[in-house]
Each structure stands twice: as C-alpha cells, then as structure tokens.
C-alpha cells in the first residue's frame, strides 16, 4: 500500500444509497456528524451502535465493478462514508486493525460489510459481483474533520 489516502467523503441524513459527497466533514464520537448511521444507537438493529459508524470502500472496487457491469458507479454510490484508494480492495484488513485518517481522526475496524439487497436497485447482479469486497465497517477512536486527499496510516495491524 503506498500513499493510501480519502477520495471522496460521503454523507445521507436518510437511510439507503446513495450518500453524497462532502467538500469536509465532522467524525463525531458514533460517526459523521449528519449521517444517518451516526448516532448512539444503530437505527436499523434498534441497538447501541458500536459497531457500524463508519463505512469504506476501496476505489478500485468501485471502478472494477464499473467496467464488469458497464455501469458508472461513483463516491457515495454504494453507501461507503470513506471512499479510499492505495488500499487494494479491503479483504485483507482484519477487525481491529487501527487507521489514521488526516491530522486527528482515529477508527477502529470493526468487519467487513456484508452487501445488502439495495444494491441491486443500481444493477440487478450489483449485490452479488461485490460479495466479499463491500468494504469495511469501523467505529470511532479519535473525533475530527476529515476531507478528501487525506492521507490514512495504518497505526496497528492485526494479523
């Protein structure tokens, strides 16, 4: 991985897809500040939300599915918070591995994010060509602003 850094921050104040591309945005204490999925409670599970603040998806994931499906996804397209780039497609990042994003913001991963059926509203094999690469899933360490062309650092791997 060289240089990993953000490409796109992407927000909802609704649930579903897409999110929309920001020019910043605010990482509170359960995710970005506006976003559907921040909060202290995860408002699909109905449960405290400390695992599913945050959620990134690799650029290149992103543009393989394009091509394959002959489709033009973009930032925000498949619900990802954080679009990324310089990771390769995510399936190696285990849970627990901590990320540095810009100068303060600090995540944790919490697993992978398993595709859901809404996807398919974009293109009917959508969900199943990105089983397995969907991205990761994280919750909040350190709070700050995050914005694209932020570097990420992998402070701690878990193997």
Not at 77 to 98: C, H, P, Q, S, Y
Not at 110 to 136: A, D, F, Q, W
Not at 137 to 153: C, M, Q, R, T
Request: contains cysteine; glycine residues 8%.
């Amino acid at each position: 991985m060289t240089n990993p850094k953000i490409v796109s921050v992407c927000l909802s104040k609704l649930n579903g897809i897409p999110k929309y591309p920001q020019k910043i945005v605010e990482v509170g204490k359960f995710g970005i500040n506006g976003d559907f999925h921040s909060g202290e409670t995860n408002k699909h599970a109905k449960k405290t939300n400390y695992d599913r603040q945050l959620s990134l998806v690799s650029q290149n994931v992103i543009d393989e599915l394009s091509e394959k499906l002959q489709i033009d996804l973009s930032a925000g397209d498949l619900g990802e918070n954080f679009l990324v780039e310089n990771m390769g497609d995510l399936t190696t990042i285990k849970a627990g591995t901590r990320l540095k994003i810009g100068k303060n913001v600090i995540i944790e991963i919490t697993k992978h994010n398993t595709p859901c059926v809404t996807l398919n509203k974009i293109h009917p094999l959508l969900m199943e060509s990105i089983l397995g690469r969907r991205g990761l899933l994280a919750k909040v360490e350190s709070i700050g602003k995050v914005k694209p062309g932020d570097s990420i650092e992998i402070l701690w791997r878990k193997i």
